[in-house]
């Protein structure tokens, strides 16, 4: 089931953010960092969410437990697709390409022709999803993630076409 997140997913989405990232940019990011620093920035970050505008956030469960999350940042037009994760142990098998484009309905659906994220060059795994779900990828970027400089490729969704809805 996928659905607009409310602040009783906080935590859920707050754990497997960590654990996603945990299990992602380990070699982007300091491991200091990752030990210490990360689960602080999370709590922080996800306190500071209020699941509604200028942010739309749709989170996937199974009957029980959070198997992934989207989250747009609507502040900007085109609005950015600022995290899509899935718990780790579940890649694969089909919840991030449902969330993309539960996702890309929900921006259309609030007046948005195009869509855009970043991904790390470092992630081609990701980069190929995203480009198998109707992203186009429109070049290199620099980035910033945790203070630190990494490169990114922009990738962008045309939501008005039926090979950009994925």
Same mark, same amino acid.
């Given at each position: 089931?996928?659905r607009?997140?409310?602040?009783?997913?906080?935590?859920?989405?707050?754990?497997?953010?960590l654990?996603?990232?945990?299990?992602?940019?380990?070699?982007?990011?300091?491991?200091?960092?990752?030990?210490?620093?990360?689960?602080?920035?999370?709590?922080?970050?996800?306190?500071?969410?209020?699941?509604?505008?200028?942010? +739309?956030? =749709?989170?996937?469960?199974?009957?029980?437990?959070?198997? $992934? *999350?989207?989250c @747009?940042? %609507?502040?900007?037009?085109?609005?950015?697709?600022?995290?899509?994760?899935?718990?780790?142990?579940?890649?694969?098998?089909?919840?991030?390409?449902? +969330?993309? =484009?539960?996702?890309?309905?929900?921006?259309?659906?609030? $007046? *948005?022709?195009? @869509?855009? %994220?970043?991904?790390?060059?470092?992630?081609?795994?990701?980069?190929?999803?995203?480009?198998?779900?109707?992203?186009?990828?429109?070049?290199?970027?620099?980035?910033?993630?945790?203070?630190?400089?990494?490169?990114?490729?922009?990738?962008?969704?045309?939501?008005?076409?039926?090979?950009?809805?994925?």
């Amino acid at each position: 089931m996928i659905r607009r997140a409310t602040p009783a997913d906080r935590q859920a989405i707050r754990d497997l953010h960590l654990a996603s990232w945990r299990d992602s940019y380990g070699a982007e990011l300091p491991a200091d960092y990752m030990a210490d620093g990360l689960a602080r920035d999370m709590d922080a970050k996800w306190a500071a969410r209020s699941f509604d505008r200028p942010e +739309l956030t =749709l989170v996937a469960y199974t009957d029980t437990e959070l198997t $992934g *999350f989207a989250c @747009a940042i %609507l502040d900007r037009d085109p609005p950015l697709i600022d995290n899509l994760h899935i718990r780790p142990e579940l890649r694969g098998g089909g919840t991030g390409g449902k +969330l993309l =484009l539960a996702m890309k309905v929900a921006l259309r659906q609030a $007046g *948005f022709d195009r @869509a855009y %994220l970043t991904v790390l060059e470092s992630n081609p795994r990701a980069r190929a999803f995203y480009l198998s779900h109707g992203g186009i990828d429109e070049g290199p970027v620099e980035d910033v993630m945790v203070g630190r400089r990494v490169r990114a490729r922009r990738i962008g969704f045309d939501l008005q076409t039926r090979d950009g809805m994925g």
